[in-house]
T-cell receptor, first 116, second 118 residues
């Protein structure tokens, strides 16, 4: 399977614990995105990388959230001191860094977080 | 600020019926992209179409068609002769254009849950 993969697919944690999600984009894609989707809502943009550089962060990304893409390949999203409001699906997407094209984002199946 | 509204929360149809999903957007940008994505139960969003704001030509792809009307800020999606496999959540999304391309920051609508019954 050469699509975007995310791990773990499901995570249940207690309030106050730290969690980390991993995303492996499609190998030739240099742009990587994190989105958050709560139940019954559309995805909301969190952050964006071009290679290893984090170029934009949403105001939704509080100080408890940190994302990295150390070698411009896989990315991690860490949430510290989780709160119940962090319960959501965390979606990763990637795309080639080419101008034009369809502008299509290729999404993974997401990592579902439940904070008890 | 950009905003996308999908007023229909849920739609239920019987197989072979035609169905239209509505999408209305707000943006101050003069150029932008509009998208439709499908989210099946597996959770992975699947790209369906992108439309440039300067191209109002409607598009048809098999049973799918899209009607873009800039004057009413709408980008509606019609499925002709619906099938059970079309059951999914459908999202309309908007993206600004920077440097001639969308850099991938999308504003999504709330989604429309489509259920097609046999």
């Amino acid at each position: 399977d050469t699509g975007v993969s995310q791990d773990p697919r499901h995570k249940i944690t207690k309030r106050g614990q730290n969690v980390t999600f991993r995303c492996d984009p499609i190998s030739e894609h240099n742009r990587l995105y994190w989105y958050r989707q709560t139940l019954g809502q559309g995805p909301e943009f969190l952050t964006y990388f071009q290679n290893e550089a984090q170029l934009e962060k949403s105001r939704l990304l509080s100080d408890r959230f940190s994302a990295e893409r150390p070698k411009g390949s896989f990315s991690t999203l860490e949430i510290q001191r989780t709160e119940q409001g962090d319960s959501a699906m965390y979606l990763c997407a990637s795309r080639p860094g080419l101008a034009g094209g369809t502008g299509e984002l290729f999404f993974g199946e997401g990592s579902r977080l439940t904070v008890l | 600020a950009q905003k996308v509204t999908q007023a229909q929360t849920e739609i239920s149809v019987v197989e072979k019926e035609d169905v239209t999903l509505d999408c209305v957007y707000e943006t101050r940008d003069t150029t932008y992209y509009l998208f439709w994505y499908k989210q099946p139960p597996s959770g992975e969003l699947v790209f369906l179409i992108r439309r440039n704001s300067f191209d109002e030509q409607n598009e048809i792809s098999g049973r799918y068609s899209w009607n873009f009307q800039k004057s009413t800020s709408s980008f509606n999606f019609t499925i002709t002769a619906s099938q059970v496999v079309d059951s999914a959540v459908y999202f309309c999304a908007l993206s600004e254009i920077t440097g001639g391309t969308s850099y991938g920051k999308l504003t999504f609508g709330q989604g429309t849950i489509l259920t097609v019954h046999p």
